[in-house]
C-alpha cells in the first residue's frame, strides 16, 4: 500500500522557519517526481513547489519562491520543505503528493495525496 | 501564469449527468487534470491527461479537452459523488495551476 506520512507541521511565529517531511513506503521512490500543495482551512488548493526524480529539477509557485526550499533523499525515501520566513498567509494544511510522472512535466498529475501537516503562523 | 475559471458551485438530481466546467485560455493546449475532495479527506485524482481515469475510478466519470474548456462530466451522479471538485494544468512557466474549486451538490 503507498503511503505518504508527512511531518514537522505546527505553530511558529511570524519570520521564522519550519521544515516538513513527509515518509513515503509502498512505492519506488526515485521513480517519481514529488510535489508540496497547500490548502487553507475551508479554501481551496494552491501548489507550493515540486521536484524531479532525481532533485536536478526544482519549481515553486510564486508566493513562496525564494523563502521556500524543497529536497528530497531517495535513499531515505524522502521529501522534505524548508520553510523560511513564513508569513500568517502561510497558514495552511501541507500535503505531500506523489507525482504519476518521473520529471514535471505537462503530464503531471498528483496522484497519491497523504493527510497533511497543519502549519499555523501566528504571533 | 494560467488563471484556471471554475463555477462555485453545481446541482445535480440523482441518476443525473453533472458538468463541471473549468476555463483557461487555450487550455486545450495543455493537460488537464480532475480532483475530488469529500470534507476532511485528501484530496483523489479522477481524472489525468484530460480524459484518463486512474485504477479504481468509475466509470461514471469522464473527462474532455477543447478551445479554452475543460469538463469533467459525471454520468449517473449517485449521492456518493457529493464532492468538491477540483481542476488543475501545469503552466508553461513550469508551475502547477489549480482552479478555484466547484461545489456538487447531489439533490
Not at chain 1, 494552491?46 to 532525481?54: A, K, R, T
Not at chain 2, 461514471?60 to 471538485?85: H, K, M, P
Request: aromatic share 10%.
Amino acid at each position: 500500500e503507498i503511503q505518504l506520512v508527512e511531518s514537522g507541521g505546527g505553530l511558529v511565529q511570524p519570520g521564522r522557519s519550519l521544515r516538513l517531511s513527509c515518509a513515503a513506503s509502498g512505492f519506488i521512490f526515485d521513480d517519481y517526481a514529488m510535489h508540496w500543495v497547500r490548502q487553507t482551512p475551508g479554501k481551496g488548493l494552491e501548489w507550493v513547489s515540486g521536484i524531479s526524480w532525481n532533485s536536478g529539477t526544482t519549481a515553486y509557485a510564486a508566493s513562496v519562491r525564494g523563502r521556500f526550499t524543497i529536497s528530497r533523499d531517495n535513499a531515505k525515501n524522502s521529501l522534505y520543505l524548508q520553510m523560511n520566513s513564513l508569513r500568517a498567509e502561510d497558514t495552511a494544511l501541507y500535503y505531500c503528493v506523489k507525482d504519476r510522472v518521473i520529471e514535471l512535466d505537462t503530464k503531471h498529475a498528483s496522484e497519491i495525496w497523504g493527510q497533511g501537516t497543519l502549519v499555523t503562523v501566528s504571533s | 501564469s494560467y488563471d484556471l475559471t471554475q463555477p462555485p458551485s453545481v446541482s445535480v438530481s440523482p441518476g443525473q449527468t453533472a458538468r463541471i466546467t473549468c476555463s483557461g485560455d487555450n487550455l486545450e493546449d495543455v493537460y488537464v487534470c480532475w480532483y475530488q475532495q469529500k470534507p476532511g479527506q485528501s484530496p483523489i485524482l479522477v481524472i489525468y491527461e484530460d480524459s484518463k481515469r486512474p485504477s479504481g475510478i468509475p466509470e461514471r466519470f469522464s473527462g474532455s479537452n477543447s478551445g479554452n474548456t475543460a469538463t469533467l462530466t459525471i454520468s449517473g451522479t449517485q449521492a456518493v459523488d457529493e464532492a468538491d471538485y477540483y481542476c488543475q494544468a501545469w503552466d508553461a512557466s513550469a508551475a502547477v495551476v489549480f482552479g478555484g474549486g466547484t461545489k456538487l451538490t447531489v439533490l
